[in-house]
């Protein structure tokens, strides 16, 4: 497989953070462009090229921004979403670690486009080294023209805020993380009102993905025919896929949207240890799990969901024939329920269930009728919660049942076959 790097084609260079490394390799081209465009005509750019964002429900990027109204004397935000809590997924933090101009970037040519003169960047509290990073590249963007006012001549005002959460998984959540940025607890709210129109501090807001924004300048200088080129035609361009588990080399691949787990296998050295695939997450844990029957899937928005999951964040937790999914769906549980914001009884309660029963198929003590609990739990949490989060959680639940009832019925029959999860020949830390 022949690939040539986009988004991570400044990684491993000399110091592509810095801001004359960046510009040394196309860096601020994009701007440049666009602020010789009408506003409109960059959003045009951006729906040709069909990008959808990178935050996990592929929503075409062109389109939001076109959402923001124009009538509407109130200021308008762009919100760059930077928690990345979803677990197995490590795209952004190496994106803003290796090249946080590319996301300034196209920040501020989102901010151009929809009529924004203030961004704010919400960074996971955890990430201390991503918010020093960010706010360096941001002082470096200012000191030479690009932020501030009447940017490289053009009349056009922006500033970056950048903010640091305090590691919620539910703040990764577009409306909770607006609530978490105005001050208040990370809770989500009530849509519609979608924050298009009401969005921070009850303004028009985009809210966009560090991926979605990062890829932008690369479609601004390079054209939304050549964005189409990479991957398939309603899902294009490239994406980093972030490779965990029992993976020869895990890490984060760029290859263009549509790439199969069998390539991406064979682009990290095979699975670890020559061991078969077992199950997969195509794009985190809120993803229904794959398995090997699904290694020639194409990993892009509508292919995965045609094939009973989602893209998802584009992380790819790989697991072999030694591991128990049992294990792994309680593990998950567990995350669930401690990252539940409270706000709803099916996921606030559902999930405090589903870690009750995985706790008791663990140690050997389940029933039967514990399987059926877990189905119906799934019925009544999908669909019934008041956000996604809720229905992430059932995911790994109702996914791993109907590829791996079998291995429920053992834990019935004689407890977990594994020893910690993971068969003893088999066992590493
Ligand atoms: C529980 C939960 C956590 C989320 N976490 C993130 C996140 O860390 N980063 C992100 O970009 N989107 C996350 N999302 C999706 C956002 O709500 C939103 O769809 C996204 O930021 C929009 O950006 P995009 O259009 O560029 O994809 C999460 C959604 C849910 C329900
Ligand atoms: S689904 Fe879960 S995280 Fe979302 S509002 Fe309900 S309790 Fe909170």
């Not at 490394?21 to 666009?34: C, F, I, M, S, V």
């Not at 933090?93 to 590319?102: C, E, G, V, Y």
């Not at 024939?321 to 995350?335: G, I, L, N, T």
């Amino acid at each position: 497989m022949t690939l040539t790097p986009v988004l991570t084609k400044r990684f491993g260079t000399d110091q592509p953070w810095k801001i004359d490394n960046y510009e040394r390799l196309d860096g601020y081209a994009g701007l440049k462009k666009a602020l010789r465009l009408q506003p409109d005509e960059i959003v045009g750019i951006v729906k040709d090229s069909n990008l959808r964002g990178r935050g996990g429900a592929g929503f075409p990027t062109g389109m939001k921004w076109s959402f923001i109204p124009k009538d509407n004397p109130k200021p308008k935000y762009v919100v760059i979403n930077a928690d990345e809590g979803e677990p197995g997924t490590c795209r952004d933090l190496p994106l803003m670690m290796n090249d946080p101009h590319s996301m300034i970037e196209g920040i501020i040519i989102a901010c151009y486009a929809v009529g924004a003169n203030h961004a704010f960047v919400y960074i996971r509290g955890e990430a201390v080294h991503a918010i020093r990073r960010v706010t360096a590249a941001v002082q470096e963007a200012q000191a030479k023209g690009y932020l501030g006012a009447n940017i490289l001549g053009s009349g056009f005002d922006c500033r970056i805020t950048v903010h640091g959460g305090a590691g919620a998984y539910i703040c990764g959540e577009e409306t909770a993380l607006l609530d978490s940025l105005e001050g208040r607890r990370g809770q989500p709210r009530l849509k519609p009102p979608f924050p298009a129109t009401n969005g921070l501090y009850d303004s028009p807001t985009v809210v966009n993905n560090v991926g979605t924004l990062a890829s932008v300048p690369y479609i601004v200088l390079g054209g939304a025919d050549w964005f189409k080129q990479m991957g398939p035609e309603g899902s294009p361009g490239p994406c980093i896929y972030s490779l965990s588990g029992r993976i020869a080399n895990p890490g984060q691949y760029e290859a263009p949207m549509g790439t199969t787990l069998r390539e991406l296998i064979e682009l990290a050295g095979g699975m670890s240890r020559g061991k078969e695939l077992k199950f997969w997450t195509p794009g985190g844990s809120s993803t229904p799990m794959f398995t090997r029957e699904h290694l020639d899937t194409p990993l892009d928005f509508d292919s995965a969901v045609k094939a009973g999951s989602m893209n998802g964040t584009s992380a790819v937790m790989i697991f072999d024939e030694d591991d128990c999914v049992v294990r792994a769906v309680q593990k998950w549980s567990e995350f669930y329920k401690h990252e539940s914001c409270g706000k709803c009884t099916p996921c606030r309660e559902g999930t405090y269930w589903y870690v009750g029963i995985y706790d008791r198929l663990e140690r050997g003590e389940g029933t039967a009728e514990d399987l059926d609990t877990l189905l119906d739990l799934s019925d009544n949490i999908l669909g019934r919660s008041f956000c996604a989060l809720g229905d992430g959680a059932t995911s790994p639940v109702s996914s791993s049942i109907k590829y791996f009832r079998d291995e429920y019925q053992r834990h019935l029959d004689g407890g977990c076959p594994y020893v910690g999860g993971r068969t003893l020949a088999g066992a590493h830390a």
